[in-house]
């Protein structure tokens, strides 16, 4: 049965119900796997937040999570809840959702011939990629106001110009930390390979974040990326966040856009990659 045709038809806001109870023991099983290889592999490489929201949330390598139980801590800690939905939905349907503070994640899960990779979001992605940092207050704030701010860059058609900030952050971002450089990107704490690459291959360039620099980015979806952009603190994420972006996208219209591999004579260079 396709996989997505399994739950119920989608409603006006294109969420559905989990139907937690339809899972298969072999979905479970691969939630199972996934977990036990990135719980393996995130030692000593996600950010500390990362993992302080799997242990909260209880997300463990028992099986798919049921949503009403993690929306039960979820809600109490951070305003959020997860709903569940097909797949990818409509920009101005998924920014609703998070400004709402509603994250919305796939419902069906990869099958045991896309372990490693797949194109669009499963309920692995989603559910461990995603919602443990959602659990974190500051971060939780950072994707409300990037909901918030979705819904305007929609009504300015500036959206490309604001993805490619939820790309380089919520999906692939790094940051510093007394420890070392970690990884808080979900596109990249669900991928064994990617967990690896990110923080140790000489390949790709790594530089400090800078807002307008990155919102010039083009980027990937089929490959690791060519450059990773590294931010400070979780505060100074949401701090970018605050100004009206209108003015950006004003200055933006004016600049070139950027190829996933160039480097800047601006830019805070942590690694200058030998090309991936
Ligand atoms: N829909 N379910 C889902 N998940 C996403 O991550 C998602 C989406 N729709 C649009 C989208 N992401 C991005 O294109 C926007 O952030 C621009
Ligand atoms: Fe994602």
Redesign the pocket.
């Known amino acids: 049965m396709a996989q997505a045709a399994k739950h119920a038809a989608p409603r006006a806001d294109h969420t559905i119900d989990q139907a937690w109870d339809d899972y298969t023991s072999e979905e479970h099983d691969i939630w199972r796997r996934l977990f036990e290889r990135q719980s393996t592999v995130l030692v000593d490489r996600a950010v500390q937040e990362f993992l302080d929201g799997i242990d909260f949330l209880g997300i463990a390598g028992g099986g798919i999570p049921d949503f009403r139980r993690l929306n039960d801590a979820l809600m109490a800690r951070t305003g959020w809840q997860i709903v569940a ?1 097909p ?3 409509p ?1 101005d349907i ?1 920014f609703d959702h998070l400004a709402n503070r509603r994250f ?1 994640a ?1 419902a069906w899960i990869r099958t045991g011939e896309q372990m490693d990779y797949l194109q669009e ?1 499963d309920v692995f992605h989603d559910v461990f990629g995603h919602v443990p940092l959602l659990a974190n207050p500051v971060f939780g704030d950072y994707m409300a106001a990037y909901g918030r701010g ?1 819904l305007k860059a929609l009504k300015l058609g500036a ?1 490309e110009k604001l ?1 490619r900030l ?1 790309w380089y952050t919520v999906e692939f971002g790094l940051i510093q930390t007394p420890a070392g450089l970690r990884i808080y990107g979900s596109g990249i704490v669900s991928s064994k390979g990617e967990s690896v690459f990110a923080l140790e291959s000489p390949a790709p360039n790594r530089i400090s974040f800078d807002l307008l620099r990155i919102m010039r980015t083009n980027y990937r979806i089929d490959d690791f990326q060519e450059s990773y952009f590294v931010i400070d603190s979780f505060e100074q994420l949401f701090g970018e966040t605050l100004p009206d972006f209108t003015d950006y996208y004003r200055q933006l219209a004016s600049m070139d856009d950027l190829t996933p591999s160039d480097i800047l004579a601006q830019d805070t260079v942590l690694h200058r990659g030998i090309g991936v």
Do not use: E
Request: no cysteine.
């Open positions: 939905v797949g990818l939905v920009d998924f919305p796939t979001p979705g959206l993805a939820y």
